[in-house]
């Protein structure tokens, strides 16, 4: 399958500070990338469409200030969570569908610990 | 939008048992429905798909049925191995690419040695 990368796989940080995630597609272009918010037993949550060129799309309820999404060429989207605090700390992954087929491959996910 | 409900949340079978997760949708549009396993604290796989116009799958020990009169499909796993124990998701989409995939709540599988 194709391969999504995904980086850091582990930040701990401290409360107010920002961090910056990226999902890569290595092999293949993803003109819309997918990120998602996993807590400890549970489903994938999706909270915004990356789209390259354009505005993320954002799920109801997710802050846009708060997470901040660039997708700026068709290989790389980046998550930003901006003043983190403790309440954001979670697993974080980011998905790529890869053309024509249609089939959603994950990064590797990033585990945000605010301090 | 689409609502995907997935049963049992957990299941615990005997190695060398079968292993039964059903899913349900909402969206008649949707067409795309691909199985996830994933291991704690890893990304999610794929593992097998299906699309609309197949009832059956099959790809070694596992399977995945469609009935898409009743919206509803399941993943089918045969002579469980332990390396089987993670949590799986179902999820359905509407291709083409791009569009949202929306993830059951997944079942935890638990395969006894």
């Known amino acids: 399958g194709a391969v999504v990368s995904q980086h850091p796989s582990r930040v701990i940080c401290k409360s107010g500070t920002s961090v910056k995630i990226e999902c890569r597609s290595l092999?293949?272009?993803?003109?819309?990338m997918f990120w998602y918010r996993q807590f400890p037993k549970q489903s994938l949550m999706l909270m915004a469409t990356s789209n390259e060129g354009s505005k993320a799309t954002y799920e109801q309820g997710v802050e846009k200030d708060k997470f901040l999404i660039n997708h700026a060429s068709l290989t790389l989207s980046t998550l930003t969570v901006t003043s983190a605090h403790p309440e954001d700390s979670s697993f974080y992954i980011c998905s790529a569908g890869q053309p024509p087929n249609e089939k959603l491959f994950f990064g590797s996910g990033t585990q945000l610990s605010v301090l | 939008g689409e609502n995907v409900e997935q049963h049992p949340s957990t299941l615990s079978v005997q190695e060398g048992d079968s292993a039964v997760i059903k899913c349900t949708y909402s969206?008649?549009?949707?067409?795309?429905f691909p199985w996830y396993k994933q291991e704690l604290g890893k990304r999610p796989q794929l593992i097998i798909d299906i699309r609309s116009n197949v009832g059956e799958k099959k790809d070694q020990r596992i399977a995945v049925t469609l009935n898409k009169t009743a919206k509803h499909f399941s993943l089918h796993i045969t002579e469980t191995q332990p390396e089987d124990s993670a949590v799986y998701f179902c999820a359905a989409s509407k291709a083409p690419t791009g569009n949202q995939f929306y993830f059951g709540t997944g079942t935890s599988l638990t395969v006894i040695p």
């Open positions: 092999d293949f272009q993803a003109t819309t």
């Open positions: 969206d008649s549009a949707s067409n795309y």
